[in-house]
């Protein structure tokens, strides 16, 4: 048998036999190593730097732990933040003290208060209550409001309570019979609603529908209070102590299914 090759065949097989001594060729020389551009970081001076930023900051630092360490209240009970109820200690405590302060900065035109477990973060202990504690309680900016809401948003409001099985309320009881749907609710009256508008206080978060409480939009009137919810904890706790009293928990009855 004869093998002919074509002047292209020859040629391809020829750039093969160079392509593979020159790979052994370069195989065989020793490596080369280039040296790369120093990019390494003093330690010495960044923990000089990380001490003088430790340094600047300490005054302000000290100055926040001393103030969030003040105890503002003594309670004579723990206040444990709880699920699934209808009413806690934790949230008439809450709800009650809004009302009170939020009655003196508003002409006392309000007929109950309404908020949500939600938006309690933490329990209180037994004993000392910081301020720290209370940030921990209300992490959030949210502002009183008085929202002004018709018939209709309010027997929205009454059955979203029914729905959800209840939220921290103040100034109001509600009676639930799930038998016959029946439902029986009295609030504190004020000469300025006259039964047709009703005076909420609430959060802004709430009154702008947040954690679904859509009754509260389109409201005949909006108006802040001029205090923060944990302002107004805070507010109520220094002047409980003022007072050489202590924080007291209470069930109601405020909220009830039969």
Request: with cysteine; net charge neutral; aromatic share 10%.
């Amino acid at each position: 048998m004869q093998f002919f090759f074509t002047t292209y065949q020859f040629s391809a097989i020829k750039k093969v036999v160079v392509a593979v001594f020159i790979t052994l060729l370069l195989a065989c020389q020793p490596a080369v190593y280039q040296k790369t551009q120093d990019s390494s970081i003093n330690i010495i001076e960044t923990t000089t730097e990380h001490q003088q930023a430790t340094v600047l900051i300490s005054p302000y630092k000290e100055k926040l732990e001393k103030e969030m360490n003040e105890v503002l209240v003594l309670s004579a009970e723990e206040f444990p933040k709880e699920k699934g109820k209808p009413e806690t200690k934790l949230g008439n405590l809450v709800a009650d003290l809004s009302m009170e302060i939020a009655q003196k900065m508003h002409d006392g035109n309000i007929n109950f208060c309404l908020l949500n477990f939600g938006g309690l973060r933490t329990s209180l202990p037994k004993g000392e209550i910081t301020r720290g504690k209370i940030f921990e309680l209300m992490p959030f900016e949210n502002e009183l409001v008085v929202v002004s809401i018709s018939q209709d948003s309010l027997n929205s409001l009454i059955n979203y309570l029914n729905r959800v099985g209840g939220q921290p309320v103040s100034g109001v009881k509600v009676k639930f019979s799930q038998d016959n749907q029946e439902v029986k609710y009295k609030y504190r009256k004020n000469d300025k609603s006259l039964n047709t508008t009703y005076e909420i206080l609430t959060s802004d978060y709430l009154a702008n529908g947040g954690d679904n409480m859509t009754f509260f939009l389109n409201p005949i009137s909006y108006e802040k209070v001029g205090i923060k919810l944990r302002d107004a904890i805070i507010q109520y706790c220094v002047e409980q102590h003022a007072q050489g009293k202590q924080l007291n928990g209470k069930i109601e009855g405020r909220i009830i299914y039969e």
